[in-house]
């Protein structure tokens, strides 16, 4: 079994800061792309940011310059530096990541969620 476990979320102000860890345990072979989605109340998830296994990111328009993905292959983690928060960034923060758990078997993994609130 595999899990992701988010942590880092949070309370803080406008123009605050928060970053965002996501660490995969368990029967893990291989891990390739890793991404952060959002849900705010009463609207779908969406996309905030991916990083490839080679290190390619990309992020949504309204995240761009102040959100930054990375990934440590070595800890199974990625990260979410959030930077310049605005209320309209408050949502619950889901981790994605694609893992192999033998060769040639590869699925999709979600964590369950990280609660970042912007708020004065």
């Known amino acids: 079994q595999v899990q992701l476990v988010e942590s880092g979320g949070g309370l803080v102000q406008p123009g605050g800061s928060l970053r965002l860890s996501c660490l995969a345990s368990?029967?893990?072979?291989?891990?390739?792309?890793m991404g952060w989605y959002r849900e705010a109340p009463g609207k779908q998830r969406e996309l905030v940011a991916v990083?490839?296994?080679?290190?390619?990111?990309n992020y949504r328009d309204s995240v761009k310059g102040r959100f930054t993905i990375s990934r440590d292959n070595a800890k199974n983690t990625v990260y979410l530096q959030t930077t310049s928060l605005n209320p309209e960034d408050t949502a619950v923060y889901y981790c994605?990541?694609?893992?192999?758990?033998?060769?040639?078997?590869?699925?999709?993994?979600w964590g369950q969620g990280t609660q970042v609130t912007v708020s004065s």
């Open positions: 990083i490839s296994s080679g290190g390619t990111t």
């Open positions: 994605t990541m694609g893992i192999a758990t033998r060769p040639g078997q590869i699925r999709d993994y």
């Open positions: 368990g029967s893990i072979f291989s891990i390739y792309g």
